[in-house]
Nanobody, 117 residues
Framework: QVQLVESGGGLVQAGGSLRLSCAAS????????MAWYRQAPGKERELVAA???????NYADSVKGRFTISRDNAKNTVYLQMNSLKPEDTAVYYC???????????WGQGTQVTVSS
């Protein structure tokens, strides 16, 4: 089992920044992909950014150039630096990880990000 604890959400004005963190614990000997998803009210959950064990990254077009995903393998932690935030970035952000050799997704509890105009 893998437990995920997210932090860093909150309320920020448009143009501001936030940094999300997600720490994994439990059976974390080997974690492959780590990612952030988000879900806005009335919308489906969508991939925001993902990073592999060798730090290859990909981003949703809507956040390219504004968000940066990174990871600290020693701490089993993934980060999402969010700059130039827009009201449309308002959502609950979820951390997602997969163990090596498995496609089973583990999810965090979610953290609210609210961007005011």
């Amino acid at each position: 089992q893998v437990q995920l604890v997210e932090s860093g959400g909150g309320l920020v004005q448009a143009g501001g920044s936030l940094r999300l963190s997600c720490a994994a614990s439990g059976s974390t000997i080997c974690i492959s992909a780590m990612a952030w998803y988000r879900q806005a009210p009335g919308k489906e959950r969508e991939l925001v950014a993902a990073i592999t064990s060798v730090r290859s990254t990909n981003y949703a077009d809507s956040v390219k150039g504004r968000f940066t995903i990174s990871r600290d393998n020693a701490k089993n932690t993934v980060y999402l630096q969010m700059n130039s935030l827009k009201p449309e970035d308002t959502a609950v952000y979820y951390c997602n990880v997969r163990r090596c050799g498995s496609t089973y997704p583990y999810w965090g509890q979610g953290t609210q990000v609210t961007v005011s105009s």
